[in-house]
């Protein structure tokens, strides 16, 4: 354990940089929800443990389930951050407080797409972000980086400005005196705002500050039915259905028909298509979260087989990976967490085929582990 702790501190940068709390286990989901968003459509169970997460984002409950069979694993969500877009500035720079800090920091970038100048950066902003406490209530509101497009009234959350007051917080959760924070391994930021790093940039899917084991990413552009311009961050709708591509077909014209709003799953669809709906954005979510903590339990990305960490150029490439680790990566996972490999086959494709509805994946995975049971 020891020259893995060495390997993961000294690669890349050849100096030391201690990890935060190594010997943590229990993985955090922190929801970054709008302040005035409610959920409406959830149940009482829900609302109570996911207040405010947004009933246009994949099923936050599902994604615990899978995540903790994944990695074997306790999975815990905090109390959610508060995202207030009250203010913008057309003279606020998004780098102003954050290129100290990056050259400080490992970074792991995931999703992210540039398209160089064409990628419009309208007008720069700042918002407000409140953390939770770890009693009860919100901490006073910081101030993080983005920038707006007025005349679409969307925004953009700058990643290296979240990720630097995630890792305040991780840190303000270390020092504490809550027993509790000294099992934690990482926080991991998950939300339906948009994401983006520099200002070339279309969007940003995900990035992880390795060393302080925090990490935050966006579904927003994993929606089942969003159509993108691939040459303004700000230009993009949502179809009545999925084909599997999530750019315009013309790149300078905007499909006739979309809706600017997100929509729910429950919006005009009947049983089987709401089904449909989110199952595909269980799939896209659930892997881009377990590739992102596979960074942090130390994998990069994998170059030996189709695999759920190889890296991928854009979304259709990423839409398009599997769910599921090689005999590579695999190995490596279960040497860093101990888990029993034919077991966690078994509970996976239990957590596909009965909770998220994914029959081919669980097929796979009951397909592996009757292998394993004949040996």
Known sequence: FDDFINFLTTRTTGRIRPIANPDGQDILLLPIVRGADKSSN????????????????????????????????????????????????????????????????????????????????T???????????????????????????????????????????????????LVSAVDSSQKDFCIMGLTMEDLYDGPKDLFCAGMAFGGDKVAVFSFARYHPFLKMSPLHWHQYGYADSCDGYSYYENDEEEPVGLKQEVPHVSDGCAHSRRNEFEIEFLRRSSKLLTHELGHLYGLDHCVHNRCLMMGTGHLVEDFNAPSHLCGICLRKMQWRLGFNVKGRYKLLARVFKESMGMTKEGEWCSKQYNFLNKE
């Open 42 to 121: 959830k149940t009482a169970t829900e609302r109570s443990d996911f207040v405010g997460w947004p009933d246009n984002a994949p099923p936050l409950s599902k994604l615990v389930d899978y995540t903790q069979q994944f990695f074997d694993r306790r999975v815990h969500v905090l109390p959610s951050a508060h995202l207030h877009l009250s203010q913008t500035s057309s003279e606020i720079s998004f780098t102003a407080n954050n290129k100290k800090d990056d050259r400080r920091r490992k970074k792991q970038k995931v999703g992210l797409e540039s398209v160089g100048a064409f990628a419009s950066s």
């Open 123 to 173: 007008t720069k902003g700042k918002f407000k972000l409140s953390f939770p406490r770890i009693d009860e209530g919100l901490d006073p509101p910081i101030t993080i980086a983005g920038r707006a497009d007025y005349h679409s009234g969307r925004v953009q959350l700058q990643v290296t400005s979240v990720l630097n007051e995630l890792s305040t917080f991780r840190h303000n959760r």
